[in-house]
């Protein structure tokens, strides 16, 4: 109940009040130290979950682990940076967790479900409702402008971003009926974020996002990922190879021949705009 302060004859409105005391009148044990561990587990959702993943290739009699015994926990609305020298196994781990690549070991937790017990079906359902991807080279489609590149997704899953909205969030509306052709490297790698955006996805996978552009876009480039991350809460994890990237990331996973070397939880990562390289 509330307390001593509650009354025979209280209304609702003092009930709410006395409701507001009460957390502060709880005493400073127990109810009050589980209720502050919930707040705290709340802010930090997993949203997933490696467990002993293996991605193994034959090739003849050898077997080549591109990824080995790999255990890791990302929770949502992180920005996560993947860390690691060329053939680490970084792609990898994105495939893997984009359900573009599948497992040969291990379980990979999503929401309280395992990707890796998915049929081909389910699992495209997944990228389609939950995944973004931006690569390196962009992947648009060049006979497209960027409006119709943008505006395919609605095709793929319902609920998307209108492509005009999804444009102007990274900076594009003026130069939407523009042909990839006719864009800066960071314009079709700005347009290939609003395509990936545009879905909505709880996930938005960058490989090597800034790979093929110059420092000025790249860093752009970093800034508008950051705050995917910052102000819209979406789960960010973009690989790389350049270790400057790690300062901006609230967790940097690094990788190496296939294994996890280390996992590095950061309080207080820079501001993308602090980062040079
Ligand atoms: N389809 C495949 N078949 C065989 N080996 C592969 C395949 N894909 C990746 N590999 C190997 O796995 C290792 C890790 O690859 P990858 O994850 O792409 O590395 P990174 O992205 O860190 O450069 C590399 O040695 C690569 O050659
Ligand atoms: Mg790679």
Known sequence: MFGKKKKQDTNLLEIIDLEKDSEDLLPDTGQKKRKEKAEKEDEHEVLIEFSDVC???????NE??????????INEGEMVVILGPSGAGKSTLLNLLGGMDSASSGHIWFGGEDLTTYSDNRLTRYRAENVGVVFQFYNLIPTLTAYENVALMKDIKEGTTDPVEALSAVGLKEHMHQFPSQMSGGEQQRTSIARA???????LLCDEPTG????GTGKEVLKLLQSMSRDKGRTVVMVTHNSFFADIADTVIRVKNG???NVVHNDAPKDASEVFW
């Open 64 to 73: 080549f682990y591109a990824l080995k015994n790999a255990n890791l926990t």
């Open 197 to 203: 955006i545009a879905k909505n996805p709880k996930l």
């Open 259 to 261: 294994g996890i070397e």
């Open 55 to 61: 991605k193994k290739y034959s090739q003849g009699e």
């Open 212 to 215: 093929a552009l110059d420092t």
